[in-house]
């Protein structure tokens, strides 16, 4: 007797689907099931939704946001302030902090965090291009809003002690970011408090 339940097509979507953080497989088979009874309004909406984000998204060689055009939306926006740049680890956090209106300038995604237990050093993460976009200016002001984990932490010192050449501030979030939180599983108010009570390093 076979173990599958479904043709080979759903127990594709369903593998792909788990594979996806916050999913099993018990997830994602009630996820599939449910795409399936509502087909016409939710399966092939999605499917062409994600046919279109797989055709036209890109990185941001700028900041290193995801959207559909590079430079990204938010470093094309002149309205953001200029002087202001908020570093982040991954582009969830970007999200996070964009969500809560939490931040008025634009953003630098380092892409992860230091981590000597997994051999990620400087050179794998956007540091040097983080020093070069510091340098410029219009920088007045560098916001550390690294994860309240060890490595994040370590990220944030690193980062701290190589931008002691360029001439800008130096502040990271404070209050209402627990140890051992990540900002994309914070609340809008708990990061917008975060934000607004940045410290100098």
């Known amino acids: 007797m076979s173990d599958t339940q479904s043709g080979p097509e759903i127990e594709r979507l369903i593998q792909l689907l788990s594979k996806l953080p916050g999913l099993g497989p018990r997830s994602a088979r009630r996820a599939v099931l449910h795409l399936v009874k509502k087909k016409q309004t939710l399966l092939e909406p999605l499917a062409v939704a994600m046919a279109d984000a797989a055709e036209k998204a890109v990185i941001c060689t700028t900041c290193g946001n995801v959207d559909t055009q590079d430079p990204c939306g938010i470093c094309r926006d002149p309205r953001r302030e200029p002087a202001g740049l908020c570093v982040v680890e991954d582009v969830g956090d970007l999200w996070a902090l964009e969500r809560a209106g939490a931040h008025k300038g634009r953003y630098h995604v380092l892409g992860g965090t230091l981590s000597a237990l997994d051999g990620i050093g400087p050179e794998d993460l956007s540091i040097g291009a983080l020093i070069d976009r510091a340098a410029k200016p219009e920088i007045r002001e560098v916001v550390l809003a690294m994860n309240a984990t060890v490595d994040g932490q370590t990220t944030a010192h690193y980062i ?33 408090a975060a934000m607004k009570s940045r410290r100098p390093v």
């Open 160 to 192: 701290t002690d190589r931008l002691g050449e360029c001439d800008v501030s130096i502040t990271r979030l404070a209050h209402g970011v627990p140890v051992g939180g990540e900002l994309d599983y914070l609340d809008d108010g708990t990061l917008a």
